[in-house]
């Protein structure tokens, strides 16, 4: 038996993967509110918005506010490396802040009229303001860091600072791929590995790095995140063409409508296949496509494989990040909890 599989049954009776991150809520979401409130009161309407505290006349409400997964990552990794959740949730709150900052810019660069089941942020309070408040989030990230006290917060906040260049890299490249038809797959993973994988990496390395994890522990973390965070964006580029709505929170077929490149669209397109031929001809096409060739589209790229071959992309990536923690000689139940929300982020169509 090996050392994982040992440990997994170690950390059997631990708390399942929706509880953890029901814990991780409960635990950052007091300080992330209270960091959110020091803001000014006009990008504090917008941002309350955003993380579903209020609604777009400023009444409370309790909308869905994503899944919390980066702040889980943070506070396991801390205790898998003998910390404690509560050491790390200064780092927790900085990487939520962070991931926020991203998914508002994104909706605005993708248009999106649709996030978590509600209106976005841009569509509510416009393109100008929305952005702003993206600007105001990342700000806060690292005032959250280098307020917490810990006597590391300086090499936090570079480690983030390098993760959010990283991701914006990721973000550029993805922008660009929208105007060409060039795009090859081995960049469409460099992109995936920048935009997603760069912050779980980070919310790993981060939650050990004030855990007082070993040098040796913070890296192989960072890379269980990083190798995560590539499965999680190819079940999220799954999800983009066959989710359903009551999952992605976004209208079905969102990425074809874009014509997005995608993990799957592009391996599509390099198919080399009579169905991925026809899939560039109609990716290539100005007007609108209708539903019916939206659906046409996602069964193009199923025929090419490229939806088989995304999901064993996936699990050999989760097998990897599987290995890498595993390596980083973390303690129980910690361990066991981190493999469990691994398994749970690459397989959110159940």
């Not at 690292?142 to 090499?155: H, I, P, Q, T």
């Not at 914006?168 to 795009?183: A, C, H, I, W, Y």
Request: include cysteine; proline fraction near 3%; charge should be negative.
């Amino acid at each position: 038996m090996s050392t994982l599989q040992e440990a997994s049954q170690a950390a059997g009776a631990g708390r399942s993967a929706q509880q953890l991150l029901a814990w991780s809520r409960d635990q950052v979401e007091p300080a992330l509110r209270a960091a959110v409130a020091g803001m000014p009161l006009a990008t504090q309407r917008i941002t309350n918005y955003h993380f579903g505290w209020e609604d777009e006349e400023g009444a409370p409400t309790r909308a869905d506010g994503g899944k919390a997964l980066r702040p889980a990552l943070v506070l396991l990794a801390s205790e898998a490396v003998g910390g404690t959740a509560e050491a790390a949730v200064p780092a927790a709150v900085a990487v939520e802040l962070v991931h926020n900052f991203s998914l508002l810019h994104d909706d605005v660069m993708d248009c999106d009229l649709t996030r978590r089941h509600r209106a976005t942020a841009w569509s509510v309070f416009g393109l100008g303001p929305a952005i702003l408040a993206g600007d105001a989030l990342l700000s806060l990230a690292f005032d959250v860091l280098v307020d917490s006290g810990n006597e590391r917060a300086g090499d936090a906040a570079r480690m983030l600072g390098s993760a959010v260049q990283e991701l914006v890299d990721g973000q550029l490249s993805d922008s660009s791929f929208e105007t060409r038809d060039d795009v090859v797959l081995s960049e469409c993973v460099r992109m995936a590995q920048l935009k997603t994988g760069a912050l779980l990496g980070c919310s790993t390395a981060l939650g050990a790095l004030f855990g007082g994890g070993r040098a040796e522990q913070i890296d192989r973390l960072r890379l269980y995140g990083e190798d995560l965070g590539l499965a999680y964006q190819y079940v999220d580029d799954l999800l983009g063409i066959w989710g359903d709505p009551k999952v992605t929170g976004k209208p079905v077929h969102s990425d074809l409508r874009r014509r997005k490149k995608s993990l799957p669209a592009v391996a599509a397109l390099m198919s080399g296949t009579e169905a991925g031929r026809e899939l560039a001809a109609m990716y290539r096409r100005k007007d609108d496509l209708s539903d019916a060739e939206l659906a046409q589209v996602a069964d193009l790229i199923e025929t090419t494989g490229a939806k088989e071959q995304s999901q064993l992309q996936a699990d050999a990536l989760l097998s990897a990040a599987l290995g890498e923690l595993a390596s980083a000689r973390t303690v129980q139940p910690a361990a066991g909890e981190l493999e469990r929300l691994a398994g749970l982020a690459t397989r959110r169509d159940h």
